[in-house]
């Protein structure tokens, strides 16, 4: 009698069964989802450029930052030879930085072309560790002020691009940091194309 009434209901019983599964794991898994989407597009949101210029007068630059730029604090060991040194950053998300730093010294002779070279040699591979990977070293001019680009490769797998350039007698230094992955990001690019001295 119990097996006639199984038989003849085990159809829409087994329609229940199913209907009970995909509500106990069906719709957990489609809450995850849902989940993970949402925290996809606050980080989207977050790591989203949103351009700005930037003038600094003080400074004598004008740059586009892929976000609002705040200064950044920081405090030179070597004093006597420095008047004023000043950074300014921008960041996306928690691994893309974007800087641009102004060194006032307090020596007023002029160099030569050699010697302006050879300074900004030194300040570049000044910040080579022996543990980075050297990628890139290049000669750069911005008009008449001589430059220098250097791309690295640091051991915690971060890839940095920096540009130095000799205006007067103070140094304008440009750096972008990211994962390796994202080296051949156009933000990169935009950020250094943005830079502009003002006369």
């Known amino acids: 009698m119990v097996w006639a009434i199984i038989k003849r209901w085990r159809y829409p019983i087994l329609a229940v069964f199913a209907l009970l599964f995909l509500i106990g794991v069906i719709d ?8 993970s989407s949402r925290e996809r597009k606050r980080e989207q949101r977050q790591t989203a450029p949103r351009w700005r210029w930037f003038t600094n007068r003080d400074c004598g630059y004008i740059v586009e930052f892929p976000s609002k730029p705040f200064e950044n604090p920081v405090t030179l060991s070597n004093r006597q030879n420095v008047i004023s040194y000043r950074q300014f950053a921008s960041a996306l998300g928690s691994n893309h930085v974007f800087m641009v730093a102004t060194l006032v010294p307090t020596f007023t002779n002029a160099f030569t072309d050699e010697q302006t070279k050879s300074f900004l040699s030194k300040a570049a ?16 001019a911005m008009g008449t002020n001589i430059g220098k680009e250097v791309e690295i490769l640091r051991t915690d797998g971060n890839f940095v691009k920096m540009r130095f350039y000799q205006v007067g007698h103070d140094l304008q230094q440009l750096v972008a940091s990211s994962p390796d992955s994202d080296r051949r990001e156009t933000n990169i690019m935009r950020f250094f194309d943005s830079f502009m001295l003002i006369e």
């Open 28 to 35: 957990p898994l489609a809450t995850l989802i849902l989940r």
């Open 125 to 140: 591979t000044g910040i080579v560790t022996p543990d980075d990977r050297l990628l890139v070293e290049r000669d750069i």
